[in-house]
């Protein structure tokens, strides 16, 4: 009997002890009290993002190109340098009688003037550069100041020297006074320029038309032609040089001439002037001359595994005969001009003009 009322209290605390939990978890919990307008703000600036995005940790090298046509003007000096580098597209530079600058880009980035230097009496541009507007804060790399566009034209004074530098450009410069440009990709055309020109790229051909003064051409892979081509002064030296293709000189009437190829021919049609020092070489290639019957030359022919072939009638100093190959002097006339000839494995053909 007294385990029965043992066992009883027992269970009886248990319930009372269920019955205060169940009472607990039955009450309603009070509620939290509402955010103060000052608490609404300290949560909105905390979860608020940034209103500008993130700067880039490394900006882009070179601004995205514009697909706008634009075009621009500066009064110049008549005889202005201008300055200026392409990355790419095709390049038209003309010589206009208005003392100014225009340029001109199509589908491209936008142009823009520095003035290196002004003339002092005028007060107007004679040292130019023509280079792109690079947008705020964008990083400068090493073709971030050029223009590039689907096309570019630009005029400027017939008086201006031009210093240009590309990299994927097809070249048309015309009536300018002085031109020295150099590219890495593309073809070159120089047509009316007086005052010399220096001019090489790796990979296109090379032309120069009705120009003069002191000319140096060069290129790796293309063909270099000149054609009705004359010195500025006495002294002043034509150099041509491809190391892939050939070259082709016609009417040109400077004493000094060195014309060379690597694995292309060497032609030349004109005539040889008194006291004048030509010297046409190449190791794989024929080298060809078309002269009047009434040319006067010495000339000197090294050549290999090759022939020889001359229409002019020739007086011989010497001739020699050797394994590795045959050399010669021989003259023209009274030998007025010295010609020097070399090829390896090529022809040596003279013909009459």
């Known amino acids: 009997m007294a385990v029965n009322r043992t066992y009883f209290g027992i269970i009886t605390v248990l319930l009372c002890a269920v019955s205060v939990f169940t009472a607990a978890a039955q009450k309603p919990v009070p509620a939290k009290p509402a955010p103060t307008p000052k608490d609404k703000e300290e949560k909105e600036e905390l979860w608020t993002p940034p209103k500008t995005p993130r700067e880039p940790r490394y900006p882009t090298r070179y601004p995205s190109e514009s697909d706008q046509t634009t075009e621009k003007f500066i009064a110049v000096d008549p005889n202005v340098s201008v300055k200026l580098c392409v990355s790419e ?73 031009l210093s240009l530098t590309g990299r994927a450009a097809n070249t048309v410069i015309d009536s300018v006074q002085k031109v020295a440009v150099k590219t890495a990709d593309g073809h ?71 014309a060379s190829s690597i694995t292309g021919s060497v032609n030349f049609n004109g005539k040889f002037l008194p006291g004048g020092l030509y010297n046409f070489k190449t190791s794989n290639g024929a080298i060809r001359m078309q002269i009047p019957v009434k040319s006067s030359a010495t000339i000197k022919a090294s050549y290999g595994f090759g022939a020889f072939n001359s229409e002019i009638p020739l007086k011989f100093v010497y001739q020699n005969v050797t394994d590795g190959g045959k050399n010669f002097q021989a003259m023209i006339g009274s030998g007025d001009a010295n010609i020097n000839i070399t090829t390896n494995t090529g022809v040596i053909n003279i013909k009459r003009l």
């Open 188 to 258: 070159i055309s120089l047509k009316s320029i007086p005052g010399g020109i220096s001019a090489s790229t790796y990979q296109g051909n090379l032309e120069v038309v009705n120009s003069g003064g002191a000319i140096a051409l060069e290129t790796t892979t293309g063909n270099i032609t000149a054609f009705d081509v004359t010195p500025g002064q006495i002294g002043d030296l034509f150099r041509a040089k491809s190391n892939g293709g050939n070259v082709s000189l016609q009417q040109v009437d400077h004493r000094q001439i060195e």
């Open 89 to 161: 597209g095709n390049l038209k530079i003309n010589g206009w009688e208005r003392n100014e600058v225009r340029v001109f880009v199509r589908s491209g980035r936008l142009p823009g003037f520095k003035v290196l230097e002004k003339d002092h009496k005028s007060g107007k541009a004679n040292w130019l550069m023509v280079t792109n507007m690079r947008p705020e804060g964008a990083r400068p790399g090493p073709m971030s100041e050029c223009l590039a566009g689907e096309e570019i034209e630009m005029d400027v004074p017939m008086g201006s020297g």
